[in-house]
């Protein structure tokens, strides 16, 4: 096991708070003193079935306190799911029915563990101490909080002061997180810098119960690709944990030059030294930013899908980008070329695209077109070509935006 200072440097890097910082410290010393690992706690609402690698950050940081010697007890909120996190919304959160949350939950344990090591990982579902309170346990677990230091939250006070609609099970959110740190005994708790208030809650409802308080521990939220907001599918800046490898080495391709070091020190298991000699050559010019960003992609995609396959993508990248070749795996389809045609015999090339689920709809597919993001055999489709014989799309590859291709037979 590490020293205390160097568990403590590797535990600080890449965090944006640690409430109270001596208080990790002492508890570290006590896990040395008596042998007993720290129970280091996440919890995870299985909201959504596939993890990109914003998610993956705080699991990267679980994975420290593991190979520190330390028992991570994940959380999958199977309950709390039912309630849903307000941490960050504007309006209530739609409910999800208990199949989907089953399933995105077994999602999340299968892709959580190309992370994690089983074997210093305890896997508890928040169902089984919440779902058997009864009603005198919930008003005793209320009574612990006042309306006003719930109404602390930003996003609580936010839509409050707007007079949008706030629904009184949200309240009870954070007192249902707080309760899972008392049920499992937890030393630390891990979070974004959105569950302060989250995990805050969870000490003081331990210190209410005589219990000694968790430490709290935010993680910067890992900004998309597009280099502005958090990384979110929502925003279309996401890495999928699944995404083919060729996808993700393109998309990792695209970060701005200025995350690079954050996407090492959140994404990636490059050592602290490591990461420091990067940003030293970076900011003194002696490694070029697209070299830096290769090897970033390689590193990531080699953590989810093995190095042959990071090497692969990298190869793929360069047919397509540097030597302007098309790919050599592209996908067919048939296509019913006279069931398609329109009453001017025209493919309409918008709806077309928008059938094969290559945009969201034949409207992006238009703006993509007079942006000169489709191509026909590699060649840009001049704006406003919306429609164009069978003839002249038979046989060619429909390349969308930088990543998606499509052999139109």
């Not at 896997?123 to 009864?134: I, M």
């Not at 909080?145 to 602390?152: C, H, K, S, Y």
């Not at 944990?241 to 298991?269: H, I, N, Q, W």
Request: net charge negative.
């Amino acid at each position: 096991m590490p020293s205390i200072e160097q568990q403590l440097e590797i535990i600080q890097s890449g965090t944006d708070q640690i409430v109270p910082l001596d208080e990790l410290r002492r508890k570290l010393e006590r896990s040395e003193r008596t042998g007993e690992p720290l129970r280091i706690k996440l919890g995870v609402d299985p909201t959504a079935p596939d993890l990109h690698l914003g998610h993956a950050v705080p699991l990267r940081k679980l994975r420290q306190f593991q190979d520190c010697g330390h028992l991570v007890v994940l959380i999958i909120g199977d309950f709390t799911a039912r309630i849903g996190d307000p941490s960050g919304r504007n309006s209530t959160r739609p409910p999800l029915s208990t199949d989907e949350i089953e399933a995105n939950a077994q999602t999340y344990i299968d892709q959580a563990f190309k992370i994690l090591d089983p074997d210093k990982c305890e896997l508890r579902h928040n169902s089984e101490w919440l779902a058997s309170l009864d009603f005198a346990d919930i008003l005793k677990l209320t009574s612990r909080f006042t309306v006003a230091r719930i109404l602390e939250r930003d996003d609580f006070q936010k839509r409050y002061k707007e007079q949008k609609s706030i629904s009184l099970h949200e309240f009870l959110y954070p007192l249902a997180q707080a309760y899972d740190s008392v049920a499992i005994q937890a030393d630390v708790e891990l979070g974004g810098t959105d569950q302060l208030f989250n995990l805050l809650a969870g000490r003081e409802l331990m210190e209410k119960s005589d219990m000694k308080p968790q430490v709290c521990l935010t993680l910067p939220l890992l900004v998309g690709t597009d280099g502005v907001q958090k990384m979110s599918k929502s925003y279309g800046n996401y890495v999928g944990l699944t995404d083919d490898p060729a996808d993700m080495f393109g998309k990792l391709m695209s970060v701005p030059d200025e995350l690079m070091p954050s996407y090492f020190r959140l994404a990636t298991t490059c050592t602290l030294d490591e990461i420091a000699a990067i940003e030293v050559s970076l900011n003194d010019g002696s490694a070029h930013p697209g070299q830096i960003k290769r090897r970033l992609a390689r590193d990531i995609i080699t953590l989810y899908h093995g190095q042959a396959a990071a090497r692969d993508a990298e190869a793929a990248f360069d047919r397509i980008f540097k030597n302007r070749e098309l790919p050599t795996d592209v996908p067919e389809v048939n296509i019913d070329w006279q069931g398609t045609v329109n009453d001017a015999d025209n493919i309409y090339i918008p709806g077309l695209i928008a059938t094969q689920e290559l945009t969201a709809s034949a409207g992006e597919a238009r703006r993509l077109i007079d942006g000169g993001g489709i191509k026909l055999d590699s060649n840009p489709l001049p704006a406003k070509t919306y429609e164009l014989p069978p003839e002249a799309l038979q046989g060619k590859v429909l390349q969308v935006g930088k990543r998606k291709y499509l052999r139109l037979l």
